[in-house]
């Protein structure tokens, strides 16, 4: 079946510490894929996204993710954390030959320690 | 561009009675999609438009939700009769289809029926 995972649901890191946050998913196809962030009682906010090219992928807020083909993966990545990141990110997917809609992962919260 | 825009923020309701949500998406988008997130089952698509025509609604969870795009510039999401479970935050967002897949999402409505 097609699925979005996001093994971690909750992570904490050091501020100042580095971050990486996983996401696999499982298509026929390569889907597009993307991170969006989510702060308490917020909408989501697109961080990053990926469809072609360069597996390497820089997004706002010094995040970057890297799409690994082989691994089925797209793990976000920021190398030093801030207290303002602290909040709830998704892995979200669109098949592009079969429907036009972002299918989610449950999201993994993140807290961040002084 | 002021966003997508949603509206109530908040609505408390008793259980029986009918809610409307309220979604103005961002104009020149073509794409609207209705969301809802629980803690239990995440973000769920409900269901999607393109060009005000409803192209998915199997996320749609029973009868008592319904869904309608008038115009390019509005739609809403009905319950009717709403009950506890429907409590949850829904998220409109919108898009341009063929375009750079950037949606946008709205700061969600918060439904509680009580």
């Known amino acids: 079946a097609q699925s979005v995972t996001q093994p971690d649901i909750h992570i904490t890191v050091s501020e100042g510490a580095s971050l990486e946050l996983r996401c696999n998913y499982s298509?026929?196809?390569?889907?597009?894929l993307f991170w969006y962030v989510q702060s308490p009682g917020q909408g989501l906010q697109l961080l990053l996204k990926y469809f072609s090219g360069d597996t390497l992928v820089q997004g706002i807020k010094g995040f970057e993710a890297e799409f690994k083909r082989s691994q089925s993966s797209f793990n976000l990545r920021k190398p030093s954390v801030h207290w303002s990141d602290a909040a709830e990110y998704f892995c979200a997917v669109v098949e592009p030959n079969s429907g036009y809609a972002l299918n989610f992962g449950k999201g993994t919260s993140l807290l961040v320690t002084p | 561009d002021a966003g997508v825009i949603q509206s109530p923020r908040h609505e408390v309701t008793e259980m029986g009675q009918e809610v409307t949500l309220r979604c103005k998406p961002i104009?020149?988008?073509?794409?609207l999609f209705w969301y809802r997130q629980t803690m239990m089952r995440g973000l769920e698509l409900l269901i999607y438009?393109?060009?005000?025509?409803?192209?998915?609604d199997s996320g749609m969870p029973e009868d008592r939700f319904s869904a309608k795009m008038p115009n390019a510039s509005f739609s809403t999401l009905k319950i009717q009769p709403s009950e506890p479970r429907d409590s949850a935050v829904y998220f409109c967002?919108?898009?341009?289809?063929?375009?750079?897949?950037?949606?946008?999402f709205g700061s969600g409505t918060r439904l509680t029926v009580v």
């Open positions: 104009s020149g988008h073509n794409s």
């Open positions: 967002a919108s898009s341009q289809q063929g375009g750079d897949y950037g949606y946008t």
């Open positions: 438009f393109n060009n005000n025509v409803p192209i998915d």
């Open positions: 298509y026929g196809a390569t889907p597009y």
